[in-house]
């Protein structure tokens, strides 16, 4: 009579494909963690540079401000765009609006409010 020792082909290609998939789907946890990762660095570094550029228009007197102070920001190596107007209900507020291109090459606009002093 013959033992039966040892596994079949069968069990080993089954043990192979789950173990494929569980391989796979780490890798991909890992990458989408590390993208999130490096999106939420990139907000950090964006929104520091935001309250930058409003803490600068922040202590200029309203009537001193003009869109060429700052035409020589960058971010990314990519010129930045800086707006700011009032706000028609509340003179009191300047709203500050800055547009920029993020790493991945969208553009995106970022508005913040500041009071005139």
Avoid: C, W
């Amino acid at each position: 009579m013959l033992k039966n020792e040892g596994f079949t082909l069968i069990e080993v290609i089954i043990a192979l494909v789950i173990l494929i998939v569980a391989i796979l789907g780490t890798a991909v946890f890992i990458t989408s963690s590390l993208r999130m990762l490096n999106e939420s660095q990139e907000n950090v570094e964006i929104n520091a540079f935001i309250s930058s550029v409003s803490s600068s228009i922040s202590a200029a007197e309203a009537s001193t401000l003009s869109p060429d102070q700052f035409s020589n920001l960058v971010y990314n190596n990519q010129p930045v765009i800086v707006t700011f107007s009032e706000v028609a209900a509340k003179p009191e507020l300047i709203r500050i609006t800055i547009t920029l291109a993020r790493k991945n090459g969208r553009q995106e606009t970022y508005t913040t409010y500041t009071f005139d002093q």
